[in-house]
T-cell receptor
């Protein structure tokens, strides 16, 4: 069964450093998403991406965050200057038609900012 | 925007019993309601979904019911097994084809 692949599985970084989280969505999917989950809390929407541009973003997705699809397969989330409160699990998801068939999530990247 | 409330936050059942998790949503234009299961250390996995043109959908031991008038939908798991133990999330789009908003999750423990 096709999977969404995320790397790395765990990233530790110092406060103020830049991090890039990587995702390889399912190959024929057209919609891409980043969500985050602070430990023990709900899954929160960050940003959606379609047709090579951001289609929607939440209030969490401020100027410190950016997304990119640098080639035909990768989808990245960059945090420019990490803060302690950015520590969370970050999940990438993809979908073929948006909501009609649901999202497939990756296994996540655990980001720890120290 | 959409607000999704989920209850209960934790649920313990004996193996073989049924489990029911309920969610309410606020946007009457929402038309798609998935349920996700998250096991420890993994991402959420879609287990069942329902669209607003039907009231119930069943897949083996799992069923989802939707009441559009009351704006709530429920997950029903029958004959629970220890491997059903996980965190379950409901979700709904803000509206139409917009990104999903998730509930806070229900930690289900099935006791053997």
């Amino acid at each position: 069964e096709p999977e969404v692949t995320q790397t790395p599985s765990h990233q530790v970084t110092q406060m103020g450093q830049e991090v890039i989280l990587r995702c390889v969505p399912i190959s024929n999917h057209l919609y891409f998403y980043w969500y985050r989950q602070i430990l023990g809390q709900k899954v929160e929407f960050l940003v959606s991406f379609y047709n090579n541009e951001i289609s929607e973003k939440s209030e969490i997705f401020d100027d410190q965050f950016s997304v990119e699809r640098p080639d035909g397969s990768n989808f990245t989330l960059k945090i420019r200057s990490t803060k302690l409160e950015d520590s969370a699990m970050y999940f990438c998801a993809s979908s073929y038609t948006g909501n009609y068939y649901g999202y497939t999530f990756g296994s996540g990247t655990r980001l720890t900012v120290v | 925007g959409e607000n999704v409330e989920q209850h209960p936050s934790t649920l313990s059942v004996q193996e073989g019993d049924s489990a029911v998790i309920k969610c309410t949503y606020s946007d009457s234009a929402s038309n798609y309601f998935p349920w996700y299961k998250q096991e420890l250390g993994k991402g959420p996995q879609l287990i069942i979904d329902i669209r607003s043109n039907v009231g119930e959908k069943k897949d083996q031991r799992i069923a989802v019911t939707l009441n559009k008038t009351a704006k709530h939908f429920s997950l029903h798991i029958t004959e629970t097994q220890p491997e059903d133990s996980a965190v379950y999330f409901c979700a709904a789009p803000r509206s139409g084809n917009t990104p999903l908003v998730f509930g806070k999750g229900t930690r289900l423990s099935v006791i053997a």
